[in-house]
């Protein structure tokens, strides 16, 4: 699978290391190709990059790695995203990172899946740090946890495969609407990170039983 990352800030860069380094060809999208093509010298490897629209176009997986505001924008960029399977790694967060912006009866998932009906979205990789990311997804010697969440189990089992070939341990949660529950974890993580002080080593590396 090819994969094309939306962004080029922290969480994108650390997604595409993690990416790349177990054999994914990634590609940065941006609306400006030059800062996406300095973002891929930077990782080097098998990453590159260009604009949204051939970035998203020619890849069979898109990561939105953008702020939830942003994605719409991105999307449109993209184009109609047919068929592929994206990954919503947003979280709906105010400025401060004090409160979500949505919830309860919707989420940035569900949202995003209306911006692109055509697309495949499933929620994962938000409740991450970007520094754990470009630890290469582990914490001290355990892999992080995954959590992902999508309407249609083909499209799961393929996100859980590309987790797991990186290096997480993926859990699948349920539906979309799962995101409802995840949107807040994330926020809880950065609470816990940041403001209580415990570092961004605290979350998530759940303990699971499979």
Known sequence: MTIAIIGTGNMAKGLAGVFSKAGYPVTFGSRDAAKASEAARELGGNVSGADIASAAGNADVVVLAVPFDAAGDAIAAAGELEGKIVIDITNPLTADYSSLTIGHSTSAAEEIQKLAPKAKVVKAFNTIFASVLQAGGKIGDKPATVFI?????AVNDAVEAIAAKSGFVPVQVGGLSVARYLEPVAGLN?????MRGFGTDIAPTWQTVI
């Open 149 to 153: 969440a999508g309407d249609q189990q």
């Open 190 to 194: 950065i609470v816990l990170g940041y």
